[in-house]
């Protein structure tokens, strides 16, 4: 479990995560320093909607010392009613977006809360080729997202039961990478096979540029050189 820290009001303020996701966790902090100046972070009732996700303050005692831990909804089961002191999806998903947005060269995007409404065509959920469409927000918690089938010949024809209407969150379960394209402005198309994004365009149907897996794939290994010529130099150095 990494642990990032800042000192917020004289408070010592801890973030958890099971990754290193240091830029996502500084964000998230440095934005908390932000609004406690003109807000009281430190209140039970204090919630923080930081771009898909809500953050929370805890308040605990280490060795007889105050501090308050950043807790974020529980994603995975039930983000209305439960906490968790794990931020690693909420730092994730924060990341995929931002990297979305940059690529795309997004200049205004349109958040959406895990809590906002998707709706779903069913026979979509567990098929290969789907895709995702934003349209204009019909009502107050709607993303204004669709979720569904490639190619369907149906479209704009499925009958009221054939469709469902689910917080965003529940992307995770079945379409993780889905997530990466909800802060896309209206009339934003992806298309994804299996839990890959293949082709993403905007309005116009001009395509955008995105992080493929192979990009993906690149920097990892790279990352991977990088490090094990780190580790050799450092044996070079100590056999010196």
């Not at 795309?104 to 906002?116: C, F, G, I, M, N």
């Not at 895709?131 to 149906?154: A, C, H, I, Q, V």
């Not at 116009?204 to 130099?233: H, I, S």
Request: aromatic content about 8%; charged content about 30%.
């Amino acid at each position: 479990m990494y642990i990032f820290e800042a000192e917020i009001n004289n408070k010592r303020v801890k973030l958890y995560s099971n990754y290193p996701l240091k830029n996502a966790a500084t964000a998230v902090l440095r934005t908390l320093k932000m609004v406690s100046e003109k807000t009281n972070i430190f209140s039970p009732t204090f919630a923080l909607n930081y771009g898909w996700a809500r953050f929370y303050l805890s308040k605990r005692m280490e060795k007889n010392s105050p501090c308050y831990i950043v807790q974020t909804a529980d994603y995975r089961n039930d983000p209305i009613s439960l906490r968790t002191d794990d931020c690693s999806d909420a730092l994730i998903v924060q990341n995929m977006q931002v990297d979305t947005n940059v690529k795309a060269k997004v200049q205004r995007p349109e958040p959406t809360l895990y809590s906002d409404t998707i709706l779903v065509l069913k026979e979509a959920i567990n098929a290969d080729d789907v895709y995702l469409n934003r349209t204009e927000p019909t009502k107050d918690g709607d993303s204004g997202w669709y979720f569904g089938l490639l190619n369907d010949e149906m479209e704009g024809q499925h009958d009221h039961d054939e469709l469902v209407s689910m917080r965003t969150s529940e992307l995770m379960k079945f379409r993780p990478e889905a997530l990466r394209v909800l802060q896309m402005p209206v009339g934003t198309l992806a298309v994804f096979h299996e839990n890959v994004m293949t082709a993403l365009v905007d309005k116009d149907d001009n395509p955008l540029e995105f992080t493929t897996e192979e990009d993906r794939k690149k920097y990892v290994e790279e990352k991977r050189t990088a490090q094990a010529n780190g580790d050799n130099n450092s044996e070079e150095k100590s056999e010196e």
